[in-house]
T-cell receptor
């Protein structure tokens, strides 16, 4: 079992709809959870992080965490073509080290 | 402010040659990470440093790989001898420890092709 698992996609969503990206992790000692966005040919960039169970909203993005189910998700509301990218879920036990999932490729169709 | 700087951006070499990748972290950051990204294995942490000291090198694939950080503003990742399976994009990232979270800032990457 991989430490961090994501559906590789591709996930195709029409413009204006909600995109839902999911991630599960195996280490119950994990404390911090991150979502990075990576455009094709570019480097990853942090878009959201969450520590506590529940929802965290930032603009069109909402991160959701359920530690009991070991599940993290990212919702993107009012999806735009510029949101087309690969989204990487990353998990940390509290130290600086991150473990990344394989990433989900998201395509927003105009 | 300049972000993380990596050089070269592209490297094409032949099997058996030595390859050296370079990284300059963001000024003031005390953590530096080396990652490798391939389609098959995704983004893998190779090694990371804190205050120039290697903390965790468990991701280094084998003895052909070595990394150094002689000072706070420079690190190298060396592969000797290189093999075709080392072909990948190598990212360097840096961060500094905050109370709340640890955002890693990635460099543009070095695309390595070993023929």
């Amino acid at each position: 079992q991989k430490e961090v698992e994501q559906n590789s996609g591709p996930l195709s969503v029409p413009e204006g709809a909600i995109a839902s990206l999911n991630c599960t992790y195996s280490d119950r000692g994990s404390q911090s959870f991150f979502w990075y966005r990576q455009y094709s040919g570019k480097s990853p960039e942090l878009i959201m992080f969450i520590y506590s169970n529940g929802d965290k909203e930032d603009g069109r993005f909402t991160a959701q965490l359920n530690k009991a189910s070991q599940y993290v998700s990212l919702l993107i509301r009012d999806s735009q073509p510029s949101d087309s990218a690969t989204y990487l879920c990353a998990v940390s036990r509290g130290a600086q080290k991150l473990v990344f999932g394989q990433g989900t490729r998201l395509t927003i169709n105009p | 402010d300049a972000g993380v700087i990596q050089s070269p951006r592209h490297e094409v070499t032949e099997m058996g040659q030595e390859v050296t990748l370079r990284c300059k972290p963001i000024s003031g950051h005390d953590y530096l990470f080396w990652y490798r990204q391939t389609m098959m294995r995704g983004l893998e942490l190779l090694i990371y440093f804190n205050n120039n000291v290697p903390i965790d090198d468990s991701g280094m694939p084998e003895d052909r790989f070595s990394a150094k950080m002689p000072n706070a503003s420079f690190s190298t990742l060396k592969i000797q001898p290189s093999e075709p399976r080392d072909s990948a994009v190598y990212f360097c990232a840096s961060s500094f420890k905050r109370q709340s979270y640890n955002e890693q800032f990635f460099g543009p990457g070095t695309r390595l092709t070993v023929l």
